[in-house]
């Protein structure tokens, strides 16, 4: 059995509350997906499944993934969603309140979206980590 990509963003999409997805087109939006799971892909470098047996036209894994499998690949891609958050225009420059001429630090919220990324990347490899010894026995261990 082949596990379809879409699986996996099942796993993903109730984990974010982005209203500008909204805003793409079913095309824009699936390229974008597929975009962060090639990259959770790589990541995932201790998966006991094959990940890099795709099927690029269907859209679809060769071989039947896990719950967590899913899960882990969603988390990662978590991960990578957030990293071009922290690394925009907007956020780079300073901006002027119109109602008391304050100025506001992009820096804070910039280290919010770091630190929000860095939980989620600490959050994937735990998951990792228990997903890798799970089933592990310690003759394995040599």
Known sequence: MATPYS??????LPKLSDYSFFSLSKE???????????TAIVKFKKC???LSKRDSLNKEFVEDLSDEEK???AQLMI??????KLITAELLQQTLS????KLYSQANHIKE????????????NQMVTSYTYTETRMSDFK
Request: hydrophobic share 40%; charged share 35%; proline share 2%.
């Open 71 to 73: 899960n882990i690949l």
């Open 98 to 101: 119109t109602k008391d001429f």
């Open 113 to 124: 979206i770091k630190s929000l990324r860095d939980s989620m990347k600490h959050e994937a």
């Open 7 to 12: 699986d996996v963003y099942s796993y993903f």
């Open 79 to 84: 991960v990578d969603y957030l990293t071009p």
């Open 28 to 38: 824009e939006l699936d390229a974008n997906l597929e975009t962060w799971l090639m």
């Open 48 to 50: 006991k499944k094959d």
